[in-house]
C-alpha cells in the first residue's frame, strides 16, 4: 500500500477528516540496511519465513489509519479516517490479495488493491500496491516475517529525492494487526514514520 505516493488526492480531503497534531506514529528500532557494491539493497529471508505468513490477513476488515500531512519536513500534524479491507489468498497457496475501499465525501470511492507474493526459493514476500487513481504499479517492497514482525523493504522516489521505504507488519493480535510505514532519505540512518494503521476483523 504505497499510499504516499497518492497523498496529493488524500490532501484534497483533509476538510472533513479529523485533524490532529501529531502522536509518535511507531517506536520500532530498525535494523541496518545492507547494500551491494551497486547500492542496492541486500535482503534475506528469516528462517521462518513462510508461505503462509500473511493467512491471519483472510478475511473482511475495518481498518483505522493514521498519516502525516506532509514527508520529511518535520510535520507536526496527522490526519484520521476509516476504510474497509477484504483479503484473499490465492496463487495456490503462493499468494494474497487486499481490496481496501473508502468513500470520498463527494460520493466516489478510492480503491486501492495489494497484491503479495511469495517465493519459495528465496523464502521472500514481495507486496506490491496500486490504486483507482490511475498510474503505474508501485515498486514492490521485499522481507519477510520475523516471529510476530514483518519487514519489508524497497526504493522509490518519494517528495522530490529518492528514499528507502519500508512497511512494517505486527501481527502480535491477529484480530487487530497492525501496519506502519516508514520512510528514509540517507539510506536507513534514521527513519519518520509517516503512516499506521490498524484492523478490526468484522467477520
Keep these: 500500500m504505497r499510499h504516499i505516493s497518492r497523498i496529493c488526492g488524500i490532501m484534497m480531503l483533509m476538510a472533513v477528516f479529523n485533524t490532529s497534531m501529531a502522536q509518535i506514529i511507531d517506536t520500532f528500532v530498525m535494523p541496518a540496511l545492507k547494500f551491494d557494491p551497486k547500492g542496492e539493497l541486500i535482503i534475506t529471508a528469516s528462517p521462518t519465513s513462510s508461505n503462509t505468513d500473511f493467512n491471519y490477513l483472510i478475511g473482511k476488515w475495518v481498518m483505522k489509519n493514521k498519516h502525516l500531512n506532509a514527508r520529511l519536513v518535520n510535520c507536526k500534524e496527522y490526519t484520521e479516517f476509516e476504510s474497509t479491507v477484504e483479503n484473499h489468498a490465492g496463487l495456490q497457496g503462493m499468494g494474497d490479495f487486499d481490496v481496501v475501499l473508502r468513500k470520498r465525501p463527494d460520493g466516489t470511492v478510492y480503491e486501492g488493491r495489494t497484491i503479495r507474493t511469495f517465493d519459495p526459493e528465496t523464502k521472500l514476500w514481495r507486496l506490491y500496491w496500486i490504486d483507482s487513481n490511475g498510474g503505474a504499479i508501485d515498486p514492490p517492497v521485499v522481507g519477510s516475517f520475523n516471529g510476530n514482525i514483518g519487514l519489508f523493504f524497497g526504493k522509490d522516489f518519494q517528495v522530490g529525492r529518492p528514499v528507502i521505504v519500508v512497511f ?18 540517507d539510506n536507513g540512518k534514521t527513519w519518520e514514520w509517516n503512516y499506521t494503521n490498524t484492523s478490526y476483523r468484522t467477520n
Excluded: I
Excluded at 168 to 185: G, I, L, R, V, Y
Design 168 to 185: 512494517k507488519w505486527d501481527k502480535t493480535d491477529p484480530e487487530h494487526p497492525k501496519w506502519s510505514q516508514a520512510f528514509s532519505d
